[in-house]
């Protein structure tokens, strides 16, 4: 049963962080009766900007419910740095994403089985992913159907996209019903985390219902400066700032930390937890030496092909004047058209290489093209882009805290493109790309390739065009990875190693990136993060 009267600074458990885990860890936690705090940096995801699908892309190109994060300047892309968007929202990154829904693939799983995750193997997850999502069209043997996230079909398939899936099947490759149960290689229309006109996220499916709950204490624009350790190193709770003023939390049970990928491992260098000479050097005081914190994380880099179109209206053309318009009521009255859109439009996977045994790249493509910059201008002239990555990059980066004061951002050094492996793919991906969009499904609207251009022909060329023009998937992932060697920063279970009370569920813990969009399978791990938390109560 809830408490009627909650102590509102001493709480059963504390979940920093309300985004794409937090959101669930939460809701399972106050289910089972348990007091919760949690605890939000951002603040609440009802802006239009988030909640309308296709608003994906003012908020990455206003910073809206973003942290405003760069990276360091990369060595493998020659010196460059680019934008780092970072959910801070109820919902988290969830809340800002391409809202694509892919589980990865069973080989993802397994590899983390393999090398001493006893526990995560693909059986062993499956039922967390069907647990968390609901997808009316998918077999109910293979896919859930009364989960809290509503997954749909695309509401309005863009004409141009189904010209690319006829392109694909052109090509020699199939067109899959549904690639979370089917993982050969092939494409298909992407599966969205969307309910009706409105995005759908961990916030609005498993906080909202529940928010009324009187052993629920959601605290948004509360910036969490530390996790308080006893002298036995034991997580007794955590101090918190709203609005400058400072206050602290007690948890009686554990505190969860759901911050992601760059703020968790930032949270615990605050708190003295991390590679003790770096901490030092960022004037931290060091509380437990975990050298792995931060270190190991990995993150998708993808390079794009973009081709002209004519006689073929694209996203370009709609999104702008009287065609926005009328795209906007076609929205509000139908609940159709380029406002249910999102970056991929179809996706899928591919080989670089026909002698693998399975796909090693990623696809995604969309009717339309945007100006150079990163930020989402749509062009004014009609145009169709495909995006490739590779899904399992053998290069590693760093998340590094140079600051006590928790407002400074960490270093964000995501490493890309410094294995010989991963430059390979990408060149890969990049013909796939120019095969694709150039098949005879396209040829009635015959134009000019704009990027890299036709020019681009030879390994270099297209190796240093995807260093100069590519960037980001958004699925920065292991920088607190799970595992059972000196670098892991969470046991099988979760738990930091070496300190008592504190568990750790988001993406960070992943010792491999999965291969596909990151989004389901944090949420998964927080899923399976509350079933091992309320394992261990007692009867």
Not at 50 to 58: H, I, L, S, T, Y
Request: glycine share 12%; with cysteine; proline share 5%.
């Amino acid at each position: 049963m809830a408490p009627k009267e909650m102590n509102l600074s001493e709480f059963d458990y504390v979940v920093v962080g309300g985004g794409a885990a937090g959101a669930v860890v939460a809701r399972r936690l106050v289910d089972s009766g348990a007091s919760v705090l949690l605890l939000e940096a951002g603040k609440s995801d009802r802006h239009p900007y988030v909640r309308v699908p296709a608003g994906f892309f003012r908020v990455l190109k206003s910073g809206h419910s973003s942290w405003g994060y760069k990276i360091e300047p990369q060595a493998g892309l020659g010196g460059r740095s680019f934008d780092y968007p970072r959910g801070k929202v109820l919902g988290g990154s969830g809340a800002i994403n391409g809202l694509v829904q892919s589980w990865g693939l069973p080989y993802d799983y397994d590899r983390w089985a393999r090398d001493g995750c006893e526990g995560w193997s693909f059986e062993d997850v499956r039922p967390f992913f069907m647990r968390s999502e609901s997808y009316a069209s998918g077999d109910p043997t293979k896919r859930g159907r009364d989960g809290p996230i509503v997954v749909s079909d695309y509401a309005d398939l863009h004409p141009v996209a189904r010209d690319f899936l006829r392109a694909a099947a052109e090509t020699g490759l199939p067109v899959l019903a549904d690639y979370n149960s089917d993982y050969r290689a092939g494409v298909s229309q992407a599966q969205q985390t969307r309910n009706g006109r409105f995005r759908e996220t961990t916030a609005t499916a498993y906080l909202r219902p529940v928010m009324g709950r009187s052993n629920l204490a959601i605290k948004t624009s509360a910036l969490v400066c530390s996790i308080d350790l006893d002298a036995s190193r034991c997580a007794r709770g955590v101090t918190y700032r709203v609005d400058g003023v400072e206050q602290t939390a007690t948890a009686r049970r554990e505190v969860i930390v759901c911050g992601g990928t760059v703020n968790t491992p930032h949270l615990l260098n605050l708190s003295g937890i991390g590679h003790g000479e770096q901490l030092q050097s960022a004037g931290i005081a060091v509380r437990h030496h975990l050298p792995g914190v931060g270190h190991g994380m990995q993150d998708h880099y993808t390079s794009k092909l973009v081709r002209r179109l004519r006689g073929m209206t694209t996203l370009n053309e709609q999104g702008r004047g009287l065609r926005l318009m009328a795209e906007v009521c076609n929205y509000m009255v139908r609940g159709k058209g380029i406002l249910t859109a999102s970056p991929s439009f179809v996706t899928g996977y591919l080989k670089s290489s026909p002698e693998l045994d399975i796909p090693d790249l990623q696809i995604s493509f969309i009717p339309a093209s945007f100006e150079l910059g990163g930020k989402f201008v749509l062009e004014s002239k009609p145009g169709m882009s495909m995006g490739v990555w590779q899904m399992r990059p053998e290069s590693r980066g760093h998340i590094r805290t140079i600051s006590p004061r928790p407002e400074v951002a960490p270093i964000i050094s995501p490493g890309y493109l410094q294995s010989a492996v991963d430059q390979k793919c990408v060149v890969a991906g990049l013909r796939w790309a120019r095969r694709l969009l150039f098949a005879k499904a396209f040829a009635a609207y015959g134009a000019e390739e704009v990027m890299p251009g036709a020019e681009m022909t030879t390994d270099e060329q297209l190796l240093d065009y995807a260093r100069r023009a590519g960037g980001t998937t958004y699925h920065p992932v292991g920088s607190c990875r799970m595992g059972t060697d000196d670098l892991a920063v969470v046991d099988r279970e979760l738990r930091v190693r070496g300190v008592r009370g504190l568990r750790i569920a988001d993406a960070s813990v992943m010792p491999y990136v999965t291969s596909g969009n990151t989004h389901a399978p944090t949420v998964m791990i927080a899923e399976k993060a509350a079933d091992l938390i309320l394992r261990k109560l007692p009867a």
